[in-house]
């Protein structure tokens, strides 16, 4: 298991990860302390925990934003799936229909009525 280290908040703290995800922790923790300077800027120093606080709530505000515009895509992908697979069964139907058509005509242009031949044509 890796370690790395990463600085939030001005504070330096030494973090556990999977070997190879080192990179992907770091940028975490950068985009965290972006956010963390953000907020600095937009309301000054109330406190590093309320910092922090505001950090998190505003950042699992934006991960619920896309939490509900990836369900909405999921909900829509189902529905244009159901679509699709409602117009390959008409084009099936419509195509066996059509077989179906084409062999009646077929086998009514070669029916003929049987011919009885009378005992006295012989």
């Known amino acids: 298991m890796a370690q790395v280290s ?3 908040n001005g504070r330096t703290f030494r973090m ?8 992907h922790l770091i940028g975490l923790a950068d985009r965290l302390n972006a956010t963390i300077d953000e907020l600095r800027g937009a309301f000054g120093e ?4 309320r910092l922090t606080v505001m950090a998190a709530i505003s950042t699992l505000d934006r991960l619920a934003e896309v939490e509900r515009r990836v369900g909405a895509l999921e909900t829509q992908l ?7 697979g409602e117009a390959a069964v008409a ?14 005509d077929a086998l009514s242009g070669t029916r003929r009525e049987p011919v009885i031949a009378d005992a006295e044509d012989e």
Do not use: F, H, Y
């Open 6 to 8: 990463v600085t939030i």
């Open 16 to 23: 556990a990860c999977e070997d190879g995800e080192e990179p």
């Open 46 to 49: 109330i406190g590093d925990q």
């Open 78 to 84: 189902a529905a244009r799936e159901s679509v699709r």
């Open 91 to 104: 084009e099936r139907l419509n195509a066996t229909a059509e077989t179906i058509e084409r062999l009646a």
